[in-house]
């Protein structure tokens, strides 16, 4: 791959840049920057320079950005006032997650353009919710590729690369919302997972050839706004779990609820372990019997390792996702939090050896953890061809 970047460029050229625009918020979660942050390491190892540019919320991950050495760009929060040049049209279409942004598009975009302009970056890739293609013909470089990473098609792009990894979508669902000649990539196969996942899916899978629940992982997401956590820990306490099970919780450096989680997990009968900003989440999950965890991005991998999950939705643009699974037989929707009181009654069916087998193949087939190596190589491929009219 590395030489295919190397020759996109031209010999002698510096090397390509690649600049990210994508959020991350006690509103929004840290999923949308940490798999943008997956595709941009395995983009630097190709010999790219990536830059982010993230607005400065709450719960921002420009800190982790620039300790994974990354150029970081801090967009400031609070409501500029638009530019005249840059006024809204006469018909303007409000996105269902506007709000997330912090400002309005017509602002984001001559604050992200000032910067672009300066870059000049090969490839933008976008992954935010709030962003559509009126932003992206202002800010993409006429000369630059744009890669957008979605989930809901919802709006219009501007594309030459689109990825939806979520099960159930399928590419005509973007008919419409992208030019001709964008290339679509859709479904978990194409989910972008770090490169420490693949590498333990052959051993994940053999240990669950004769599953018992030993240890059970629950992690819901990097945030969890509304404490979550506590809740499901709560509706554990009166599940019949095995004597000799332990739990670990993974929590997310900005998560708010930290001391809550820590004095329900000390209440529970079964060993419980709260952990925070995890290096070693692949090995976790590979060594976890199951899991409870969002219907989020790590959904994908948790299938690439075969881990048997049961989801919690905490957000309404993860009850699709969940749905899509839990019909696949890929893993069991326990619903929002306010339905976890009837996991008690459930429970003993959901740990069945045969349940669990079942789901951890189904899981399996989904991804096997390659997805980021395809999108890489797709990038390179789509700069080597001639430029769209």
Known sequence: MAKEVANSQGQGSRAPRVVFRADASLQIGSGHVMRCLTL??????????????CREH??????????????????????????????????????AHADWLGTTWEA??????????????????????????????????ADGRLL?????????????????????RQA??????????????????????????????????ARRRSPR???LLITLGGVDKDNATTDVLSALSDCPLPDDCHITVVMGASAPWRESVQAKAATLPWPTEVVVNVADMAERMAEADLAIGAAGSTSWERCCLGLPT???????????????????????????????????????????????ARMSEAAASLTAGDGTAIVCHAMWEIAEESPCE
């Not at 390491?41 to 540019?53: I, K, S």
């Not at 420009?62 to 840059?86: K, N, S, V």
């Not at 000032?114 to 976008?126: K, R, T």
């Not at 919802?154 to 159930?168: P, S, V, Y």
């Open 40 to 53: 941009a390491e395995a983009l630097r190892e190709q010999g790219a320079e990536c830059h982010f540019l």
């Open 58 to 95: 709450t719960g921002h991950a420009l800190d982790l950005l620039q300790a994974r050495g990354f150029a970081i760009h801090r967009l400031p929060t609070g409501h500029p006032e638009t530019p005249a040049a840059a006024e809204s049209p006469s018909t303007p279409q409000q996105l």
């Open 108 to 141: 984001d975009a001559a604050q992200c353009a000032e910067i672009l302009e300066g870059l000049a970056p090969d490839w933008l890739v976008v992954d935010h919710y709030a962003l559509d293609a009126r932003w992206e013909a202002r800010v993409t470089p």
């Open 148 to 168: 957008v990473i979605d989930d809901l098609a919802d709006r219009e792009h501007r594309a030459d690369l689109l990825l939806d990894q979520n099960l159930g």
């Open 172 to 205: 005509e669902d973007y008919a419409g919302l992208v030019p001709g000649h964008c290339r679509c990539l859709v479904g978990p196969r194409y989910a972008l997972l770090r490169p420490e996942f693949a590498p333990l899916r052959e051993t994940s899978l």
């Open 213 to 215: 629940l030993r240890e």
């Open 310 to 356: 049961l989801m919690v939705v905490l957000a309404e643009n993860q009850q699709p996702i969940a749905e899509a699974l839990d019909a696949a037989g890929v893993a069991v929707s326990l619903g929002p939090p306010v339905q976890l009181g009837s996991l008690a009654a459930r429970w003993p069916a959901l740990i069945r050896p045969q349940a669990l």
